[in-house]
C-alpha cells in the first residue's frame, strides 16, 4: 500500500526556519566520507507494496498492558549499560474499527537485561506527539530522537532525553547552527564519536540545497491532499560539540535513496543495508568510511 498521509495543518512540513538558513555552515565540516558497496545484490522485485501504511491520526490514551509493552512497530530501542529503553511506534487498534494507534508519547519502557524485567515510565518534557519512525540512538547516557511520523505528517525535530537523571524529560534539541535534514522517517543513524550521522529515510522534499538525490514519490500525493513525499539518500551530522548539522562530501559508489534500512558502525566505519526504494526491496550492502582530516589536505 502507498504511503498514507494525514491531513496537513499549521503542523504539515514540521520545517524549522533553520533548514533554509545559510550553507556555509556545511563548508566548516573536516571530515570526508567514502561509500563502498555494491549494487549489484539480488533484489526483490516481487513485492509490489511501496512505504508501509502509516497508523490513523489516532493516540492511545493510555497503555493497554500492566507488564509488558504492547505489541508494536515503526518504534525505537536502544541500549544504555545493561538497559535496553523502548519508545514510540504503533499498535493494532481493533477496539476502533480498521485503524491503528501511536502509543503514548510520554510512555518509556525498559528492560533490565540482567534482571529480565520490564517497566513502565511515564517521562516528562516536551515531546510535541506520540510517532512512528523516528530515528533514534544513544550516547553517553543519552537517547537522541530524530524525525519521524505523526498524526499531522512528517517532522525533523530532534530532540534528548537524559537516561541515568533522577526522572525521564524530554528536552527538544532547538537553536541548532547550519542545515538539518528534511521532515522525514524511516531513516538510518548511528554515532561516530561525538557526532550523530543520519542516512537516507522517506519523506518530504527538502528546503533549501542538500547534498544527495531526492527522488518524489508518484504515489504518495493521491490521498488525503497531499503535497507529496519521497525516497532520499542524504547524509547529515549533527556535531554535539558545536551543536552545528553539517553535509559531508562523499565520493564511492553511492547507494541510492531508501527508507526502512539497517545501520551500524564498525570502528570508524558505518554500515548501511538494505532497504526500500520505490516497489524494490534493497538487499545491498554499503560500508561508509569516516576519514578525520584536515579539509585542505582533501582540495587541491
Not at 563548508?27 to 522485485?45: P, T
Not at 513485492?47 to 512497530?73: C, I, M, N
Not at 547550519?178 to 527538502?206: E, I, M, Q, T
Not at 547529515?236 to 562530501?249: A, F, R
Request: aromatic content about 10%; glycine content about 10%.
Amino acid at each position: 500500500m502507498a504511503e498514507r498521509e494525514a491531513d496537513m495543518d499549521e503542523d504539515a512540513a514540521e520545517v524549522p526556519a533553520g533548514e533554509g538558513d545559510n550553507d556555509s555552515d556545511r563548508e566548516e565540516d573536516d571530515r570526508f566520507f567514502v561509500w563502498i558497496g555494491n549494487e549489484d545484490m539480488d533484489e526483490d522485485d516481487e513485492d509490489d507494496e511501496v512505504e508501509d501504511e502509516h497508523p490513523a491520526d489516532t493516540e492511545a490514551p493510555e497503555s493497554f498492558e500492566l507488564d509488558t509493552p504492547a505489541e508494536r512497530s515503526g518504534h525505537i530501542a536502544v541500549v544504555d549499560r545493561n538497559i535496553m529503553y523502548v519508545w514510540g511506534g504503533y499498535k493494532n487498534g481493533q477496539s476502533h474499527g480498521f485503524f491503528d494507534l501511536y502509543l503514548p508519547r510520554n510512555e518509556v519502557w525498559t528492560y533490565n537485561m540482567e534482571s529480565g524485567v520490564w517497566m513502565k515510565h511515564v517521562a516528562g518534557g516536551n515531546l510535541h506527539t506520540s510517532m512512528s519512525g523516528s530515528c533514534g540512538t544513544c550516547l553517553d547516557g543519552v537517547l537522541y530522537l530524530f524525525g519521524g511520523h505523526h498524526a499531522r505528517g512528517n517532522t525533523n525535530r530532534i530532540y534528548r532525553l537524559p537516561l541515568r537523571a533522577p526522572s525521564l524529560v524530554w528536552e527538544e534539541m532547538r537553536d541548532l547552527k547550519g542545515l538539518p535534514p528534511s521532515s522525514k522517517d524511516k531513516l538510518g543513524c548511528w554515532v561516530h564519536k561525538n557526532r550523530l550521522v543520519f542516512f537516507g529515510g522517506y519523506g518530504y522534499a527538502p528546503q533549501g540545497s542538500h547534498r544527495g538525490t531526492f527522488h518524489y514519490d508518484e504515489s504518495s500525493s493521491l490521498m488525503w491532499d497531499s503535497p507529496g513525499r519521497g525516497w532520499n539518500n542524504h547524509i547529515h551530522v549533527l556535531d554535539l560539540e558545536t551543536s552545528t548539522w553539517s553535509q559531508p562530501i562523499t565520493q564511492g559508489n553511492t547507494p541510492s535513496p531508501r527508507a526502512a534500512h539497517a545501520c551500524a558502525t564498525v570502528g570508524n566505519r558505518g554500515y548501511v543495508f538494505g532497504g526500500r526504494f520505490k516497489v524494490r526491496k534493497h538487499a545491498s550492502g554499503f560500508r561508509l568510511c569516516v576519514l578525520l582530516r584536515e579539509r585542505a589536505r582533501l582540495r587541491p
